[in-house]
Every structure is written in C-alpha cells, then in structure tokens.
C-alpha cells in the first residue's frame, strides 16, 4: 500500500486517478477488513493501523523541495499554496466518493462495498491532511526530530489532536506510540469516517456535502497547525484577511 498516497502535489491529481486511487483501496480494504476480527473494525483499532501503514510512506518534501513545486514561494505565501492545494484534494475526494455512491444508489447489490468505499475515503483525507500537516513544519522551520517511523507516528498523533508537533518536548515521541495517543488516532479517524457518511446521499447530494464538509476540515486543521507553529517560532498572528 506504499504507492496508494504517492502524488507531489495531491491537488493536481484529476478525477479519474481519485477514481482509479479510491477503486484500488476500497479493493484492498475489502479483503483487509474480512481479515480483521468483528471487534477490531468496530472499535477503529484496525482502521488506525491500516492508517498508519499509509502514514509511514508518505513523501514529505523538505523545504527546497517545496519551493521548487510552489513556483518559488516562501513563508506564508508558500503555506497559503499549500493549504489551497491540500483543501482542493480532500474536497475532490469527497466529491468523487459522493458521485460513486450515487452511482451505487442506481444499483443496489454494489450497495454493499459503500463500508469499504467510506473508508478508502477517510484513509485518502487523513492521508493528504497528515501530509499538509508534516510540510507546513517544513515551511515554518519546526523541526520534528527521530526516524521516518517515529515522525510519521507524531504527526499522525498531531494530526488526530487537530495541533502541530512541539519538538521541545521530548516526551511527545514516546507518547506518540502510547495508549492515549493511539485512542485520540482513532477517534479522530472514526470521526472522519462519520464525516464520509454523507457522501451516501442520493444523486449528487453526497457528492455536494462531502466535498464540502471535507474542504471546510481541512481549513480548520490548517489554521489550528499554522497558528500553533507560528507560536512556536515566536512569529506574530495570521493577518486579518
């Protein structure tokens, strides 16, 4: 599953690599879950791990790369870029995974893969936000210390708390593998998954609301991120805008 998030820039993906992205995972989640115990599913404990098995490969560009993808911006234009991009992905996915469940409500017996397909959706958003997350502390100079694993681990854990990685505290790697911490991943990857709930409205509603409600999220996590790493680097407020 390490190619299933594999795009630069996420927002320049078009509709049909979504389709053919979110084909692949629902496929691949379908036979996972019949693997997993009833339990397992049901209380989100395989939903954080098959999420963090997609977290530990995702590519995170450092900052020179960032810039060389983002036309030269720097600073806040840059996470600005980001951002925009990011919230263009997580909203396209949403309305991807609204038109496939209309396209299932006309057909009834394929009805059954919407668990599957919910989920490919929710892996795909957590993906692209766990990734925003990760480069925006590339983009502020918030250097996240440890191994590929472990960093990936704290920015999933940050990304579950809404709140960037605090690299002053030593503690925070070790918390990031403990109990607590794999909880609030996976209630926060539930609630993401609730959220994907709407995209099985009839016709193109789900399409609309998913879409939606995925851009507004994104914009909410950001703003959380870049205000705490602003913080951090002792940088003023966001401007009013």
Same mark, same amino acid.
């Given at each position: ?28 989640l379908a036979t996972s879950a019949r693997k997993a115990s009833a339990s397992g599913v049901g ?82 958003? =957590? +993906?692209?936000?766990?990734? &925003?997350?990760?480069? /925006?502390?590339?983009?502020? #100079? ?5 191994? $590929? !694993? ?28 403990? =109990? +607590?911490?794999?909880?609030? &991943?996976?209630?926060? /990857?539930?609630?993401?998954? #609730? ?5 099985? $409205? !009839? ?39």
């Open positions: 599953m390490g190619k299933l998030v594999s795009q630069d820039v996420p927002g320049e993906t078009d509709g049909a690599e979504r389709r053919r992205l979110l084909g692949r995972l629902s496929g691949a209380r989100g404990r395989w939903l954080a791990d098959l999420f963090m098995n997609v977290a530990t490969r995702l590519p995170i560009r450092d900052l020179a790369t960032l810039q060389e993808h983002h036309y030269g911006l720097t600073g806040e234009q840059l996470a600005d870029d980001l951002v925009r991009t990011a919230t263009k992905a997580t909203m396209a996915v949403g309305a991807v995974g609204g038109a496939l469940a209309a396209a299932e409500f006309a057909a009834p017996p394929l009805l059954l893969s919407a668990p599957a397909q919910l989920v490919a959706e929710t892996v795909v958003v =957590a +993906a692209i936000e766990v990734k &925003l997350l990760a480069e /925006l502390h590339e983009v502020y #100079g918030v250097q996240v210390p440890g191994t $590929g !694993p472990n960093r990936a681990a704290l920015f999933a854990i940050a990304w579950s708390k809404q709140r960037g990685v605090d690299p002053l505290k030593p503690a925070s790697v070790t918390l990031a593998l403990g =109990a +607590a911490a794999k909880t609030s &991943l996976r209630n926060r /990857l539930m609630r993401t998954l #609730g959220r994907h709930l709407t995209t099985l $409205g !009839p016709f193109l509603t789900g399409a609309v609301a998913g879409g939606a409600l995925n851009r507004l999220a994104t914009k909410r996590l950001a703003v959380a991120v870049r205000t705490d790493l602003r913080r951090q680097r002792g940088l003023p407020p966001a401007p009013q805008r």
